[in-house]
């Protein structure tokens, strides 16, 4: 039988991408999109669309009995940048809406949860180069430690309330479809349009920040497949470490100079810089691999040719 979903955050970079997946793959009936205002007119006219609050647990409690939901995507968060500018709303919209779904399903109001976290959890004492599954996490940004708490609650109500929980730690995620919003690795999106655009581009990190980065056909395939794998290949409860692709904003821009011979970079680093040098260079995904059967398609010089091609 086909779960019945609601996506919170329907209308954000992945969320937008994931409701046109699962629509295919599910059917739209069975498919309810929802955020906090109607952001996206995609979302909003290809299916059940509703207006909620991620903070508020009797909205979403009173979708989830209305349209009998079996499984939550919880896609709603404030990314690194911004949570850094509002730390309290950070804490609050990160971590609480992660409560009202865990709730949820510990009350058995339904089955189970995907909640994404980030490489975010991981700190400037993390080894930077192929950053294994479990080693030190001591993050330093907002973002990170909401994320990182929201990892030990993840696998708290796993063990003592036996709560289906799946999640993914996200890398920088590129697409050309909806743009992102907030984060530190959004300059690998951007430099797209402003390539495309001006044939120029600024980025806010320096020249050889490495950066574990995906495409986002490979995140949403990985979303889909960890959601789907049998509860007993999910051997860790709190989230898989996920990688695709690393580089530095000089080896995506001499990517794209193959394609638009003008296009310049040049660099002028901000706050974001900061939370970038904390971050892995690249990430260990070997147990995502055994488990669930994790695979990537898309490297630095695939993922650059479709993105010209779609927004050229
Ligand atoms: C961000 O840059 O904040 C996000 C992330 C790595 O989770 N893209």
């Known amino acids: ?23 295919k793959l599910y059917g739209t009936e069975n498919v309810i999109a929802s955020d906090i205002r109607k952001l996206n007119t995609d979302v909003v006219n290809s299916g059940p669309f509703e207006v909620v609050n991620a903070l508020d647990f009797n909205q979403i409690e009173h979708l989830v009995e209305v349209h009998k939901i079996t499984d939550i995507y919880l896609m709603a968060a404030l990314l690194s940048a911004t949570a850094e500018k509002n730390p309290a ?25 995907f909640w994404p976290s980030s490489i975010a959890v991981f700190g400037p004492t993390t080894p930077k180069e192929n ?48 743009p992102p919003g907030g984060g530190t690795t959004d300059y690998a999106v951007d430099i797209f349009y402003k390539a495309i655009a001006d044939k120029k581009y600024e980025c806010f990190l320096s020249s050889e920040t490495k950066m574990p980065m995906m495409y986002m056909d490979d995140a949403i395939e990985a979303t889909i497949n960890i959601m789907k ?54 990430i260990d995904d070997a147990e995502a691999r055994k488990d669930w059967g994790w695979q990537h398609t898309f490297d630095l010089e695939s993922m650059t040719k479709d993105m010209l091609e779609h927004l050229g």
């Open 1 to 23: 039988m086909n779960p019945k979903i609601l996506i919170i955050g329907a209308c954000g970079q992945i969320g937008t991408e994931l409701t046109q997946k699962l629509r």
């Open 89 to 113: 709303f950070a804490w609050d919209l990160n971590m609480n809406s992660l409560f009202h779904v865990l709730n949820l399903a510990k009350a058995k109001k339904i089955q189970k949860i």
């Open 131 to 178: 950053t294994p599954q479990y080693t030190i996490m001591e993050p330093s940004t907002v973002y990170g430690i909401s994320k990182q708490a929201g990892e030990r609650w993840c696998e708290y109500y796993h063990n003592i309330y036996g709560v289906d929980v799946r999640s993914i730690r996200y890398p920088g995620l590129i697409s050309w479809s909806t």
């Open 229 to 282: 794998a049998p509860a007993e290949d999910i051997k860790i409860h709190s989230s898989y470490n996920l990688a695709a692709m690393s580089f530095t904003p000089t080896q995506i821009a001499a990517e794209i100079k193959k394609h638009i011979p003008e296009f310049e970079i040049t660099y002028n680093p901000d706050f974001r810089q900061k939370i970038a040098d904390s971050w892995p260079a690249s």
